[in-house]
Nanobody
Framework: QVQLVESGGGLVQAGSSLRLSCAASGIIRSINVMGWYRQAPGKERELVAVISSGDTINYADSVKGRFTISRDNAKNTVYLQMNSLKPEDTAVYYC???????????????WGQGTQVTVSS
């Protein structure tokens, strides 16, 4: 089974930075896409940033210039560097992966448990 574990969330003041990490564990054959989504209370889960195996990166307009997504293929890990945080960034941040796993190379689309990011003014 594949598991995604996020870490790095916390409570910070506006203008601060956080770095989120998401590590995929299990038998990972290959990763198509890994990325970050977030969900605030009363809101739909929304895309923050994604990175593909071909290094295509997509950011939400609201985070462009402030957030940077990166990956470490050897560690099956994706990162989200968040700078100049705003109260509007407050949400639970979820890691997402589209990957192939196991001896059968089964394609899996999975989510992590989420990590809370709270930005105070």
């Amino acid at each position: 089974q594949v598991q995604l574990v996020e870490s790095g969330g916390g409570l910070v003041q506006a203008g601060s930075s956080l770095r989120l990490s998401c590590a995929a564990s299990g038998i990972i054959r290959s990763i198509n896409v890994m990325g970050w989504y977030r969900q605030a209370p009363g809101k739909e889960r929304e895309l923050v940033a994604v990175i593909s195996s071909g290094d295509t990166i997509n950011y939400a307009d609201s985070v462009k210039g402030r957030f940077t997504i990166s990956r470490d293929n050897a560690k099956n890990t994706v990162y989200l560097q968040m700078n100049s945080l705003k109260p509007e960034d407050t949400a639970v941040y979820y890691c997402n992966a589209d990957l192939y796993t196991g001896v059968t190379f089964r394609r899996v689309y999975c989510w992590g448990q989420g990590t809370q990011v709270t930005v105070s003014s």
